[in-house]
């Protein structure tokens, strides 16, 4: 018997408690101790094997505010990795990016994951205010 979710409420379920998860322990880190956020989005990159780890993002503030930010490897790896292996597994053998977006007045969480376009949210100096834009959530 397998521990995975069959159903499609179960399959529901078991990612809104991932996600959860993911959420709470970003909430929890000091990069967001500022009270003036009210939205996130954060990139998460990692290789299939998931040695390869590192994430990126920025807190959103009321109209054009924003900061950037990063958490722990350590804290945040294994649920991403988690996430991962239970709704996309197997992982591909390339690189893999999840967008991670959250709004702390709703709670609303939206997830889009990248695996064939390495670039696709790779932030430069040359388009960091247009990227800044684009992850933006806009879940209120």
């Known amino acids: ?20 998860k993911i959420a709470a322990a970003l909430i929890a880190s000091d990069e967001l101790d500022d009270p003036r956020w ?8 990692l290789s299939g094997d998931g040695r390869s780890f590192g994430n990126s993002g920025y807190a959103y503030g ?12 350590e804290e945040i790896r294994p649920l991403v990795l988690g996430y991962l292996h239970d709704f ?20 609303y969480i939206r997830v889009d994951q990248s695996m064939d376009v390495p670039a696709r949210w790779l932030i430069t100096p040359d388009n960091a205010r247009a990227m800044i834009e684009t992850m933006r959530p806009n879940l209120g």
Do not use: C
Not at 7 to 16: D, F, W, Y
Not at 38 to 45: D, I
Not at 88 to 107: A, H, S, T
């Open 38 to 45: 009210n939205e996130l989005a954060v990139v998460f990159s």
């Open 1 to 20: 018997m397998s521990n995975h979710p069959s159903t499609a409420a179960e399959v529901s379920e078991a990612k809104r408690k991932h996600l959860s």
């Open 62 to 73: 009321e109209e054009y505010a924003w900061w950037a930010i990063s958490f722990s490897v």
């Open 88 to 107: 996309q597994n197997p992982l591909p053998d390339g690189l893999i990016q999840v967008l991670f977006q959250y709004n702390r007045e709703n709670g």
